[in-house]
């Protein structure tokens, strides 16, 4: 998340262990470990009741444009070697897909536009590698039907997107379906703006702008876009 020319933050999430371990380098021998914070995920109440976390580790002193490989690890327990590609000037291409939350009459929709459409159109058109095919995916709004449910999250929106999320960034936006959430606000590290419900990125000479259209903050977000759009 939030991958840039030199920096990024990379989230998993686990039920049990302790640590927060990244084994990661620009090679699948890895060689350098970084460790990050955990944060636990619940919904109201004590958060010593949260069923899961979500482990943050944030990763500096990247070269542009390079690959970085990483593997993730709490406990004995690690995931499988994934890799990224770090931000740099040049043409790239971008995802925007949203409104994935779960519709009963159509439940498996969100897994067939990523798994049966982005993922496989992608390789086909362009090349293997999803990370150094897409730069980033733009999910703005609705990423799950009820943003306090952790079960939807993790079943429903990142479960599908597994394969394509653990390649390439995403920046969402918060839709009415999140329902301002503090679940949203641990499952992403977004750049600067305004608590993460308004922010923006630059890639190459493209600005993202996201905005919160949920009535949080109007003229905050007025104010702050139009500087946005000054300079």
């Excluded at 969402?172 to 992403?188: D, K, T, V």
């Amino acid at each position: 998340q939030s991958v840039g020319p030199t920096e990024a933050w990379v989230y998993w999430e686990t039920d049990a262990g302790v640590g927060s371990r990244l084994d990661w380098g620009t090679t699948d021998a890895l060689g350098q470990v970084t460790c990050g914070e955990r944060v636990p995920l619940y919904t109201g109440g004590d958060p010593d009741d949260a069923a899961t976390e979500v482990h943050a580790v944030h990763l500096e002193g990247l070269a542009p444009g390079s690959t970085i490989h990483y593997r993730a690890r709490t406990g004995a327990t690690e995931s499988s070697l994934q890799h990224f590609r770090s931000a740099s000037d040049g043409a790239f291409r971008m995802v925007a897909m949203s409104d994935s939350q779960r519709d009963d009459a159509n439940p498996d929709q969100f897994r067939k536009v990523v798994q049966e459409g982005v993922i496989p159109t992608v390789r086909e058109r362009y090349g293997e590698d999803l990370s150094q095919e897409i730069a980033f995916v733009l999910f703005p709004g609705d990423l799950v039907d009820n943003g306090w449910y952790l079960e939807e999250w993790q079943q429903e929106f990142f479960g599908p997107a597994a394969e394509l999320f653990g390649q390439v960034p995403v920046y969402p936006a918060i839709g009415n379906h999140e329902g301002g959430s503090l679940l949203y606000f641990r499952y992403f590290h977004l750049p600067g703006g305004l608590d993460e419900h308004a922010y923006a990125f630059d890639r190459d000479n493209v600005r993202v702008v996201a905005l919160d259209s949920n009535g949080w903050a109007e003229d905050d977000q007025l104010d702050w876009l139009n500087g946005q759009l000054d300079s």
